[in-house]
């Protein structure tokens, strides 16, 4: 059939204010979690990453938290830039013993930030 | 620590050619993998390489392939090209610890930007 562009969520803030990304992980069995940042024309960026054993880790400005009950990982980002400005990513990886690297990746969000 | 470096940017193919994209993972590294990252699938598993062996191997027709090197540097090869192999498509890498007692950080590098006319 005919492909279509995937439809990104969005997610407009002003600068300063705190933003939260949401996504909805699809496999039960993964048990890492990675939010990368992707600005227009480059690779994805690693942010922050999270293991099933835990439901919250935060970086520098950073929090994400993990919902496993229903399959839900957000991304807070505290005090918002301009330069925070992108596509944000959600990827997950289930553990299958021994040799296992295929991430899987949500469709993103973009987020804008307004000065 | 330089980080993971692919050559070369940008790429513009005919169909029915064939293309090989290189990558270098961050020094130390030993797993590599691919994606292909479209508007219309967004990012989508290749393959990954450890150790000059193809490891775990997405959905894709084998028109798609690659390798390793013993140095741990990695190509892919797509032949045959058609219009939608148009891409970006990204390599990334990862310590590659054995034995992977858990999963590790893929890190990613710029892309390889296809289009195929």
């Known amino acids: 059939g005919e492909s279509v562009g995937l439809h990104l969520p969005t997610l407009s803030v002003q600068e300063g204010d705190n933003s939260i990304i949401n996504c909805a992980y699809s496999?039960?069995?993964?048990?890492?979690f990675i939010w990368y940042k992707q600005e227009s024309g480059k690779g994805p960026q690693f942010i922050i990453d999270?293991?099933?054993?835990?439901d919250k880790r935060q970086g520098q400005r950073v929090t994400v938290l993990l919902n496993k009950t229903v399959k839900h990982l957000s991304l807070q980002i505290a005090a918002t830039q301009p330069g925070d400005s992108a596509v944000y990513l959600c990827?997950?990886?289930?553990?299958?013993?021994?040799?296992?690297?295929?991430?899987?990746f949500g469709k993103g969000t973009l987020l804008t930030v307004n000065p | 620590k330089a980080g993971v470096t692919q050559t070369p940017r940008y790429l513009i193919k005919t169909r029915g050619q064939q293309v090989t994209l290189s990558c270098s993972p961050i020094?130390?590294?030993?797993?590599v993998s691919w994606y292909q990252q479209t508007p219309g699938q967004g990012l989508q598993f290749l393959f990954e390489?450890?150790?000059?062996?193809?490891?775990n191997k997405g959905n894709f027709p084998g028109r798609f392939s690659g390798r390793q090197f013993s140095n741990s540097r990695s190509e892919m090869n797509v032949s045959t090209l058609e219009l939608g192999d148009s891409a970006l498509y990204l390599c990334?890498?990862?310590?590659?610890?054995?034995?992977?007692?858990?999963?590790?950080?893929?890190?990613f590098g710029p892309g390889t930007r296809l289009l195929v006319l």
């Open positions: 496999n039960s069995a993964s048990d890492y």
């Open positions: 990827a997950e990886m289930p553990y299958s013993g021994g040799s296992n690297y295929k991430l899987t």
């Open positions: 999270i293991r099933s054993n835990m």
């Open positions: 390489y450890f150790s000059e062996t193809q490891r």
């Open positions: 990334a890498s990862s310590l590659g610890r054995v034995p992977l007692m858990y999963q590790e950080t893929q890190y």
């Open positions: 020094s130390g590294h030993r797993s």
